[in-house]
Each structure stands twice: as structure tokens, then as C-alpha cells.
């Protein structure tokens, strides 16, 4: 199995934006946990930052994945773009998240990419990959 883990916009700012929200991990701590936890699940994954919305729909669009993982960062709450690759891909997707956007600011607490993915993993810090990346392994099973 192949998963694509997508990160958007401010997530290459892990370690240094917010920590008391995000935790002192960087994106690289992040990317090298789970290469360990797919190497163990023996899953081939690959990794995917942008902070340009249309990048992020050309990774999902020309996905060669069995299923993608995505944290949207702020696109979450209002990118119909990402909304629609995720509809059109074909490809289980799962949301996840870092905090838990539903005990932050109002405006955090909509996402509008949820109805079109697979299923939603939040507030569980860098746990969040993994418990998504063992849900695309278990409806692969």
C-alpha cells in the first residue's frame, strides 16, 4: 500500500508556530516518525508541503496513492478547491489535524473538505497521522 501525506500552508512552521497548539516538533521529526510506523505497517509513503492552494490539488488530482492523508491547515475552513479534488480523486482521504480544530476559535470549528473525506482524525498531535494512516490500512485489509 502507497499513502500520500499532504501538508498545507504553516505546517513547515512546525516546532516554531505555536508550540503550546502544535507541539516542538518540526515537519521533519513529523515526516521521520512516520516513516518508521509505515516501514513497520510496511506501507510506502510519500510527503507533500505546500502552502499554494493549487498545489495541494495537483497532489491529490495526480495522487498514484492507495489513499492520502491531509492536514489542510487553514485551507480547511474554506477551500471548495481542495473540496472538490478530494470529491474527484477517487482516493480514500482522511482529515486530519494537529489540535483539535473543535476546542479553538470559532472559525476553526468548520471544515468544509469533511463531508468529502474518508473520515476525520483531530487533537491527537502527530498521533493524528498515524491513527489515519492505520484507518486507510484497515479498510484496505
Known sequence: MKILVINGPNLD???RREPGVYGTGTLESLKQELQDYCAYHEVDVEFFQSSIEGEIVNAINFSDSDGIVLNAGAYTHYSLAIR???SACGLPVVEVHISNIFDREDFRNKSVISAAAAGLVSGFGFDSYKLAITALLM???
Open 84 to 86: 472538490d479534488a478530494i
Open 139 to 141: 479498510r484496505n485489509a
Open 13 to 15: 512552521m512546525l516546532g
